[in-house]
């Protein structure tokens, strides 16, 4: 099957500026409250975190499109055995340079080069929202999960009140500084929900996280967003437990159990 020129784009994008996402994520361990980027990282990290908190150390544990190899850095360091897959060669490189012990391979989504069965967790965090449709990428991912085991996913809401479906709608056709010259795909919680448990999983959840347009915040002024983060969290965190909102938050969070 022959790649979309869409998810060709996606790859590319994120090969030119494997450098950005690394310093984004150097922003994030120096302050989760510095951009809308690392807060929706903090906020999605709470979940994998509580999630994956009942595997002993030696799980399996794979990374589909570990980026820069943020989160395989963190579960190292936890005890868990890491491996990662990453299309895009600048940030493969930057991952391996950042877990020289662990498995980094190149890889599509679509046709993961790993056997059936391999991993107790499956992280696969924004990617699936650069895929015209995800149901092979998910058939994929329940297909690498151990029976018993865990893939926990992001979607791009839909309805999010950050209103990003409509920005994408205008920057994928037209480059605007500052974002993703890349069509995107968007869902919604009962959308995705179908889709995951057609791809293989028994059990689904999702979670909605980080409510609100604070984009606008963040470019009038970096420190002004971190204060109102910082405040408004306890509020965020409150609007997370309201199930019948969750589609209007910024990040749907979806823990899929095999």
């Not at 450098?19 to 980027?37: I, K, M, N, Q, V």
């Not at 890349?182 to 909605?208: C, K, L, M, P």
Request: aromatic share 8%; with cysteine; glycine share 8%.
């Amino acid at each position: 099957m022959a790649d979309s020129p869409n998810k060709l784009a996606a790859i590319r994008f994120h090969h030119e500026n494997a450098g950005l996402f690394e310093a984004r994520y150097h922003e994030f361990e120096a302050d989760p409250y510095g951009s809308t980027f690392t807060y929706g990282r903090r906020k999605v990290d709470a979940i994998i975190d509580s999630t994956l908190a009942h595997f002993p150390a030696g799980s399996a544990l794979l990374d589909v499109g570990c980026g820069t190899g943020f989160d395989l850095k963190r579960f190292t360091s936890r005890g868990f055995k890491v491996s990662g897959v990453e299309p895009a060669e600048a940030m493969r490189t930057l991952a391996q340079a950042n877990n020289p012990t662990a498995t980094i391979i190149p890889g599509d989504i679509e046709r993961l080069p790993l056997p059936d069965a391999s991993f107790d967790v499956v992280l696969c965090i924004e990617v699936i929202r650069y895929l015209g449709t995800p149901n092979l990428a998910l058939r994929e991912l329940a297909r690498v999960t151990k029976p018993g085991g865990v893939a926990v996913i992001t979607a791009a809401p839909l309805l999010s009140l950050n209103m990003y479906a409509l920005i994408n709608a205008v920057t994928s056709r037209i480059r605007v500084p500052g974002f993703a010259h890349v069509h995107q795909t968007f869902t919604t919680a009962a959308r995705v929900t179908a889709d995951i448990r057609s791809g293989g999983f028994a059990n689904v959840e999702v979670f909605g996280v980080f409510f609100g347009p604070w984009h606008v915040v963040g470019r009038i002024s970096r420190s002004a967003l971190a204060r109102a983060l910082r405040r408004f969290e306890p509020l965020d965190d409150w609007l997370g437990r309201r199930r019948p909102i969750r589609d209007l938050a910024n990040h749907l969070v979806i823990v899929a159990r095999r």
